[in-house]
């Protein structure tokens, strides 16, 4: 009885699962131009957002950096200025990338030219380099912060 019941069990989780993939690839065929454009909006937007706590944390450590430099002796103050000057650059950088993420997402409209699917779909394709464009910015904002912070 509990192998028909386990059988029972696997086989509708079996048809669900392949159910689900039917109508999950059904719906990207049939899915518009800006709607796909859209999606991968929404995809650069995630990864970016995803990096917001790292660029934070990164904040952190630099201020954490510089309220160390800053308490030391004046003479091993004067010898760090040059990496308290990089760590200045760098906490302005990792600001720049928490402000472009905000400034894109403040400007984003998704509802841009909803009646138009030609123009929606050339809002959208710009809006993508743009959200790629701070991705960028915070990929390397953060790649440059790291090897700053190792030093």
Not at 110 to 119: A, F, H, P, Y
Request: hydrophobic letters at 35%; glycine letters at 2%; charged letters at 25%.
């Amino acid at each position: 009885m509990k192998s028909a019941i386990v059988a029972v069990l696997i086989t509708l989780s079996i048809s669900c699962n392949n159910s689900n993939t039917s109508t999950e690839s059904a719906g990207k065929t049939s899915q518009s131009k800006p709607d796909s454009i859209m999606h991968e909006v929404m995809e650069q937007h995630d990864k970016g957002m995803a990096k917001m706590s790292k660029i934070n944390q990164a904040k952190e450590k630099i201020q954490h950096a510089l309220d160390s430099i800053s308490r030391l002796p004046t003479n091993l103050q004067s010898a760090s200025v040059h990496y308290r000057m990089q760590l200045d650059s760098a906490f302005n950088r990792l600001n720049f990338a928490n402000y472009a993420m905000e400034k894109w997402m403040n400007e984003f409209n998704m509802d841009t030219l909803k009646d138009n699917q030609t123009e929606q779909a050339k809002y959208l394709e710009s809006e993508k380099e743009k959200i790629a464009k701070v991705n960028e910015v915070m990929i390397n904002t953060l790649q440059k912060t790291d090897s700053l912070l190792k030093k």
